[in-house]
Structure formats: C-alpha cells, structure tokens
C-alpha cells in the first residue's frame, strides 16, 4: 500500500506558475498508474494528468493541455505536476492518486490511493 504526500501549492496570481509534487512512500514506476486530480468547493473531482505504470506517456484533461506537464521522478519516488499561465478557474485542491491498473484513467474511481491534496489558488 503506497503513501501519498502532495506539497508546492500555494497562492499566485493569474498567468503565474506552480510545481506540485507527490512523494510516494515507496517506487511507482512499475507498479502503479499515478494522476493528478482537482476538486473545486461545490463541484465533482475533475481529472487533471496521469502516467500509465511504465513509460512516459502522459495524458491531459482538455483544460489543461498546453500548459501542463507532469512528470516522474523514479530515483525520488516523486511525481510533478508543472502549471503555467494558471487561471482563476484552476483554483482547487489539487490530488495525487494512485492505481494498480496498468493503464492511466480518467476517471477518479479507479484509483485506490490519494494524498492529502494541496491548495492552489488563482488570484485575477
């Protein structure tokens, strides 16, 4: 069973940037699928990014291709989401999760394992 430990939001202006990071208390590569979710107060947790268990193929939600990039770091146990030109829209509490399937989802129910999440907030 992994451990999950999301840091690095924060409070930023609109067209600013932020890294996110996901501490894994043990390796992921290979064992499980990882993705970014968001939750916004009064709405549905929304998909953000995943990587499948291997490779680095990654996927994004339409909101948020071209300004994305999520990456693994094997050595460090760690998953990144980079943000940039963030909106106000994109304030949230921001997850990082975790699936034993091989193939990333879209959908949050497939995933077993979820940090604390992280505050982001958009200032305009």
């Known amino acids: 069973q992994v451990q999950l430990v999301e840091s690095g939001g924060g409070l930023v202006q609109a067209g600013g940037s932020l890294n996110l990071s996901c501490l894994a208390s043990?390796?992921?590569?290979?064992?499980?699928?990882m993705a970014w979710f968001r939750q916004a107060p009064g709405k549905e947790r929304e998909f953000v990014a995943a990587m499948h268990r291997v490779g680095r193929d990654t996927y994004y939600a339409d909101s948020m291709k071209g300004r994305t990039v999520t990456s693994r770091d094997r050595a460090k146990n760690t998953l990144y989401l980079q943000m940039n030109n963030l909106k106000p829209e994109d304030t949230a509490v921001y997850y990082c999760?975790?699936?034993?399937?091989?193939?990333?989802?879209?959908?949050?129910?497939?995933?077993?394992?979820w940090g604390q999440g992280t505050q982001v907030t958009v200032s305009s």
């Open positions: 043990t390796q992921t590569y290979g064992t499980y699928a």
């Open positions: 999760a975790a699936s034993t399937r091989f193939y990333a989802d879209s959908d949050y129910t497939a995933y077993a394992y």
